[in-house]
Nanobody, 123 residues
Framework: LVELVESGGGSVQAGGSLRLSCLFSGSTQLRTCMGWFRQVPGKEREGVAG????????YHADAVKGRVTISQDNSKNTLYLEMSSLKPEDTAMYYC????????????????WGQGTQVTVSS
């Protein structure tokens, strides 16, 4: 069993920064990969970034490369997503996720989801 709880979402103006947090619990064996996804009404949930929890290797979607940093602090049982130079198109519900296997963020691989935290970027 893995539990994920996101926090840190909110409203920010374009060009601003935000850091999302995901408090996790559960066996490391059930979350060899963790990551972030986002979804807006009418669209499929899309991957933002993934991380191989064992060695910290990271993967990012092209749309956010250079503007986001995914990281983990195991001493705090927390996964982070730092975002900068935010754009209105980054507005979405952001979800924390955990899975086993290859760590590029593909929703088909995800076994556990958090409840989501809303990020709204205004122009």
């Amino acid at each position: 069993l893995v539990e994920l709880v996101e926090s840190g979402g909110g409203s920010v103006q374009a060009g601003g920064s935000l850091r999302l947090s995901c408090l996790f619990s559960g066996s490391t064996q059930l979350r060899t990969c963790m990551g972030w996804f986002r979804q807006v009404p009418g669209k499929e949930r899309e991957g933002v970034a993934g991380i191989k929890t064992g060695d910290g290797s990271t993967y990012h979607a092209d749309a956010v490369k250079g503007r986001v940093t995914i990281s983990q602090d195991n001493s705090k049982n927390t996964l982070y997503l730092e975002m900068s130079s935010l754009k209105p198109e980054d507005t979405a519900m952001y979800y924390c996720a955990a899975w086993i296997g290859y760590c590029y963020p593909n929703r088909a691989f995800v076994s556990y989801w958090g409840q989501g935290t809303q990020v709204t970027v205004s122009s």
